[in-house]
């Protein structure tokens, strides 16, 4: 008798405590990680989490199409003229557009969001002082020339096309003029209330941000792009893949966002569950500093390390499903991309090629972020280029420590990615193959390869007002990189993402910004 | 003077309780303040450069200078923390450079996450610990004592990470008897309305009793795990005290005068342990308070510990020190707190 009833209370306990797994009816719930997040400012943000906010919080003037985002396509400008000299725009605002807060959007709000983001100079402000903006000269670069029309001047040697590329970016977003500086404190145009709140005309806006927590979205019914199919959009920080892989499984979650290679295959037959791989811009290479040694200068080493790089290895084995093999800098999506692949893994060919040039008992230190997929790839080289002689010793570190090694110049390789900061060659080209020499931080730099001729010829490329010449500028700058530079680029991630079966209409593009929730049904 | 002789004699603990809390107070505060003078000095030789993570790989050698300045890392090192001290003083942490936030509502917020979590970790952890010590000391070198060493040994021995990811996998994905990771459900979540940060407290306080279980449900697996760490330190070290107690000249007489087993239990051996008990309880509670960071990250539970660990990765030094500070003052707080309880219940320590 008595332990019929433990048993009767055990079995109540364990009822009255069972847990029934569903998301709300009209709520998409995202299981991500929000602890890159620093604000959702757009002047500020600049990380994977705010930018794919940003998309749904904000719009710009033109954005990429979701489904063909090589294709720039009217947003809150509904057209837009090039002056004669190729150096200003003018835009038409779309009739009736209107933020979340009511107020209409007037072309006062087009200079406000592009002046802050120069006067605020915070990281992304370096996407649009490319065109020779700075706090001294913006506000006669702005200028409003109608009710609803706005011209924007620079000064720098860059195309129309590429500018709206450029303005196509999320720091580009319009933010409400009179929403934001009804929260100014200190002159900073919003700026700390816009970390955490939105005022934008996007599909969706803030309703409540707990960093490292949550973010809850609601409608925007105002927005210019129409209302959102599902009411309200909650992105809550899961730190951990396991985790965000049980949570879908469960139905706890509708979307998982960043998987890793082993939860992705064990989701591919679950019920309920549809696992997709999203090929995404980011790259992934290894790069020498010249000036750590004489060997890692040395060009035979160079060519010899492009044959030592296990591509098919990683892409296909190791980390199947999370990358495909790229060998040039421009990802394959993006306009001039080189999809040639002429390397393969080969230790006997790499060692000829030293021992011709008379390099012997090579070594040395590979500084790599200490997280997956970056250590994983780094041990795979060790391994590959153990076989054709080089010895690598690998320092794992934190992803900022690897960061501010490179910028001081304290390495000898590092094994890292690239994304890109704005859909356009020229954000690539940019990082590979410049080294303007007057302390720019690009990736040439940091390799302390000195490149006059591909540094003038990549800003030939960038004042090219025809695509097809830009596309193959672009091609010959991706060739001569490929062939000769202290960068081995070997592969192009995709992104691994879950979504329950019932999901419809989630679309997501190459570039991290390009995640879009206002189509989604469930 | 014969009658003044007892007050005085209620007086004299008094008073030295008195000095003694103030003597503690003391080394307190200067224990916090090379806490502080530690962790600062740490955070400013770590190669992460706190300015590149705020203004990023592409910003100009002026922008750079500019936030330098702003953040006061221009300063010599010793000015710094005095610029920080005199922040602190006026009740100021700074605006952590990660969350874009004060550090005090931060603390605010992750803090209580994490004292719940740590205080229902103990109470069931103290709970079974002293059980298990006693079943096993009843039954020494018994199959109990040995399936209470093996649990012991086992919640030593295996991974936080590893035995929380499986627990979600058994209980959450497989059996359904706990919710998912987080507080609360995303049901739930929004509509609570924070009054003391704890869920529990909260959820109860809004009247909403469905809300109430579904904390529960979110709770337990965490707390249980945790608990299972916490009962393993608290098993063994009491079980061992208890054992060398039960081996005493003083038991075997009370044993041969008839005494039942549990009067030597509770009139003996735990008054006899209670010093080795009290430190083995506070020390484990402290350990849970400094944040179980892998627990909080597997549960994604917003709690302190992860709040440092991302802190550190970022090298977000206002963060990092307040961080610091509150679990250093947990420290050496329940420490005293321990001194003065032993100091209380046992004589022979006065």
Known sequence: MKKTLISLLFTASLTALSAHSATPPNTLVVAQSLDDAISFDPAQGFETSTVQAFTNLYQRLLQSDPAHPVDLRPTLATHWQAGSDNRSLTFTLRDGATFASGNPIRPEDVIFSLSRVIKLNLEPSFVLTQLGWNAKNIDSQLTKTSANQVTLHWDAAVSPAFVLSLLSAPVASIVDEKEALSHQVNNDFGHQWLSSHSAGSGPYQIRRYVPHEVLLMTANPRSPAGAPKLSTLLIKNVPEAATRRLLIEQGDADIARNLGSDQFSALQHKPGVTPVSVPIASLYYLLFNTQSSATLKNPAFWEASRYLFDYDGIANGLLKGQFSIHQSFLPSGYLGALNDTPYTYNPEKAKAILAKAGLTNISFKVVVNNQPPYLDIAQALQASFAKGGVKIELIPSLSSEVTAKMASHQFDATVTSWGPDYFDPNTNAAAFATNPEDGSSTLAYRAGWHIPELTAETHKAVALTDNAQRAALYEKLQRQVQKSSPYVIGLQAHQLIALRSNIKGYQQGMNPDMVYYSQVTK | ?350
């Open chain 2, 1 to 350: 003077m014969v009658v003044s002789a007892p007050n005085s004699g209620r007086s004299m603990p008094v008073r030295r309780l008195i000095q003694r809390l103030a003597g503690n107070l003391f080394s307190l505060m200067i224990t916090l303040l090379g806490l502080l003078a530690f962790t600062f000095t740490l955070s400013h030789l770590s190669p992460v450069d706190p300015v590149l993570q705020l203004v990023g790989d592409h910003a100009t050698a002026s922008t750079y200078a500019q936030v330098r300045h702003q953040l006061g890392l221009d300063h010599s090192l010793p000015v710094q923390f005095w610029h920080y001290l005199q922040q602190l003083g006026q009740g100021n942490l700074g605006v952590s450079q990660s969350t874009g936030q004060p550090v005090a509502n931060d603390l605010l917020r992750t803090f209580p996450a994490t004292f719940e979590l740590a205080t229902c970790a103990l109470i069931l952890g103290a709970s079974c610990g002293i059980g298990l010590a006693l079943i096993s000391i009843w039954h020494p070198k018994s199959w109990i004592d040995h399936i209470a060493r093996v649990i012991s040994l086992l919640g030593y021995s295996v991974p936080v990470f590893w035995i929380g990811l499986l627990g979600l996998l058994l209980f959450y994905a497989g059996l359904h008897w706990s919710a998912g990771p987080g507080q609360l459900d995303d049901l739930y979540v929004y509509t609570l309305e924070p009054k003391t940060g704890l869920v529990l407290i909260d959820s109860w306080l809004s009247g909403d009793r469905e809300m109430f279980i579904n904390a529960l449900q979110h709770l337990w697996l965490p707390v249980a795990i945790l608990g299972l760490l916490s009962m393993a330190s608290i098993t063994r070290l009491l079980r061992a005290a208890l054992l060398e107690e039960n081996s005493k000249e003083y038991v075997t007489l009370a044993r041969a005068k008839g005494a039942s087993r549990w009067r030597i239990v509770w009139h003996h051996l735990l008054p006899n342990t209670r010093g080795t008990l009290i430190t083995v309880v506070m020390l484990s509670y402290v350990s849970l308070l400094e944040g179980a960071v892998l627990t909080e990250s597997v549960f994604a539970w917003p709690g302190l510990g992860r709040y440092l660990t991302n802190a550190l990765f970022a090298s977000d030094i206002p963060a990092i020190l307040g961080a610091t500070l509150v679990i250093g003052s947990c420290f050496i707080i329940i420490n005293a707190l321990t001194d003065a309880l032993v100091w209380l219940t046992d004589p022979r320590t006065r």
